[in-house]
Each structure stands twice: as C-alpha cells, then as structure tokens.
C-alpha cells in the first residue's frame, strides 16, 4: 500500500524559505515519478513541480520558477520542495503525490496516489 506523507509546512512572513519534505513508503522509489501539488481556498488544484524517477528531470509552474526547486533522495524515499522567496500567493495546502506513469504530468489525473497534504501560509 502507498503511503505518502508530507512535513514541513508553517507560516512564514512573505519573503521567507520553507522546505516541505514527503516520506514515501510502499511503492519503488526510485522509479517513481514524484510531483507536488498545491490548492488554495477556493481555487482549483494546480501542479507545483515534478521530478522523474532519477531526480534529473524537473518540471515547474511558471508561478514558482526560480523561486521553487524540488529533488528526490532515493536512498531516503523521500523528495523534497525548498521554497524561497515566499509570497502571500504561494498560501496553500501543498501535496505530495505519485505519477501513473514515468513522465513529469502537470496535471491532477496523472497522478494516482496523494498525501494528506501540509499547509503553507504566506503572511504579508
């Protein structure tokens, strides 16, 4: 059975870091296809990033490009999201997910399993 867990989340002052961590159990880690995902009230989920299996291969939204950078420690089963440059936009509950299939989805579908989420909260 998967099992994702994420951490890390808090409130910050925008400006600020945070490092979100997700602990992966169940599945094989290291071919995995690993994304995050965030939603914020009363908006739609959207990606955040996505990494391939070998932690190479990264993708991001617009919206968090130079600011975001996610990786993968195979050898601890768990991928990680260092946030910088925190914005009162960036407030979300943040999710930790698994790809369906071996390719950086950008979409909630291509994803088959899910944490119960970390929230993220960007004070101005």
């Known amino acids: 059975q998967v099992h994702l867990v994420e951490s890390g989340g808090g409130l910050v002052q925008a400006g600020g870091s945070l490092r979100l961590s997700c602990a992966a159990s169940g599945l094989t880690f290291n071919i995995a296809v690993m994304g995050w995902f965030r939603q914020a009230p009363g908006k739609e989920r959207e990606v955040v990033a996505a990494i391939g299996a070998g932690g190479s291969s990264t993708y991001y939204a617009d919206s968090v490009k130079g600011r975001f950078t996610i990786s993968k420690d195979n050898a601890k089963n768990t991928v990680y999201l260092q946030m910088s440059s925190l914005k009162p936009e960036d407030t979300a509950i943040y999710y930790c997910?698994?790809?369906?299939?071996?390719?950086?989805?950008?979409?909630?579908?291509?994803?088959?399993?899910w944490g119960q989420g970390t929230q993220v909260t960007i004070s101005s």
């Open positions: 997910a698994k790809a369906r299939y071996r390719t950086l989805g950008s979409r909630s579908y291509e994803y088959d399993y």
